[in-house]
């Protein structure tokens, strides 16, 4: 029992810190628009977006987010959203960075 709960606990940390790390590293990546000699998606932050989401409806019904938590998640998921869609329209380093910080800060609210 305790030993599932700890890996239960360690794979949600793991992709939290893998999609952290992913956003995160996306900056000085674009810039020379490979990470590793393979090209990256301009898609990527909204492929985190979709993550992250699917992280606070997890945690949602698994208690660890409660009804009281979720005004401030509700308006920072549609602030999320507005921000990586404006950035797919018109990807510059300036959105880009923009998109990155939201995303982080909408994974920080889970995360808590």
Same mark, same amino acid.
């Given at each position: 029992?305790?030993? *599932?709960?700890?890996?239960?606990? +360690? ?6 810190? =893998? &999609? /952290? ?5 996306? #900056?000085?990546?674009?810039? $020379? *628009? ?5 090209? =990256? *998606? ?20 698994? #208690?660890? +987010? ?6 401030? +998640?509700?308006?920072?998921? $549609?602030?999320?959203?507005? &921000?990586?869609?404006?950035? +797919?329209? *018109? ?8 998109? $990155? ?5 909408? /994974?920080?609210?889970? /995360?808590?």
């Amino acid at each position: 029992m305790i030993c *599932s709960l700890v890996t239960k606990t +360690l794979g949600r940390v793991s992709m939290a810190a =893998l &999609v /952290l790390a992913g956003a995160v590293s996306i #900056g000085p990546a674009r810039a $020379e *628009s490979t990470a590793f000699g393979v090209p =990256l *998606s301009p898609n990527v932050h909204l492929y985190s977006y979709f993550i992250i989401n699917g992280m606070a409806r997890g945690a949602f019904l698994l #208690g660890k +987010l409660h009804q009281k938590d979720m005004p401030l +998640l509700i308006q920072m998921d $549609e602030t999320t959203r507005k &921000v990586v869609l404006r950035n +797919l329209d *018109s990807q510059t380093i300036r959105s880009d960075f923009k998109a $990155e910080q939201v995303l982080t800060r909408y /994974l920080d609210l889970i /995360l808590k």
